[in-house]
């Protein structure tokens, strides 16, 4: 949303909602698009729904009238009448695993270096499941440890030291500090229940 008008030199197109809702198969579903274009067109699954133009107070693109269908969502964004940027949404299929993205493996080695490490709940195409909320637990090997971990959710009371989480929207987070003066090889494991499991490699150095 901030993006949108605050950063007009970005391609950037963000959709909302997120595309998977079988309790509203053919019942209308509003698609709102974020984007720094000046026109967009939306797809459901390959028809054009139309493309708008923003006004100059907007910030956002609407279709209000979108009739649910599983598939894909995909909009177009245009600046000055050429291509600017794309986004997707795609129905998922249902959770299969979990998959870890550090924000950076290589560490400091001074106790106060931080890795963010990302956890996702994924289907078996390794895409986002959104509406995921498995509930994750963590280990760590080697010279570090688990300082915190969270998942987005402003209503949780779960404490930030935990060791273990539910995704929140098929999301979670857990940060890693490495041991002021102990360098080597870090490995963080994510498990659930019923779902494959994920490790993230960092080092410290």
Do not use: C
């Not at 289907?123 to 570090?144: C, W």
């Amino acid at each position: 949303m901030y993006q949108a008008p605050g950063r007009p030199e970005l391609p950037m197109a963000h959709i909302l909602p997120h595309w998977n809702w079988p309790e509203r198969i053919g019942q209308v579903t509003p698609v709102f698009v974020y984007s720094s274009g000046d026109e967009a067109e939306l797809f459901l699954n390959g028809k054009s729904l139309g493309r708008h133009k923003r006004g100059p107070l907007e910030y956002r693109f609407r279709w209000n009238d979108v009739v649910y269908a599983p598939g894909e969502l995909k909009v177009v964004a245009y600046k000055e009448g050429k291509k600017w940027a794309e986004a997707v949404q795609r129905t998922t299929g249902p959770a299969v695993k979990l998959t870890l993205a550090a924000d950076r493996a290589s560490l400091r080695a001074d106790g106060t270096d931080l890795s963010f490490i990302t956890v996702m709940i994924a289907d078996q195409n390794g895409f986002l499941v959104p509406r995921a909320k498995n509930r994750v637990s963590f280990e760590l090997t080697g010279p570090g440890e688990i300082v915190a971990t969270d998942n987005g959710d402003a209503t949780s009371f779960e404490s930030f030291q935990a060791k273990e989480r539910a995704a929140y929207n098929g999301l979670a987070l857990v940060v890693v500090r490495p041991k002021a003066g102990e360098v080597g090889a870090i490995t963080v494991r994510a498990k659930s229940e019923g779902l494959a499991g994920a490790e993230a490699s960092l080092v410290s150095q």
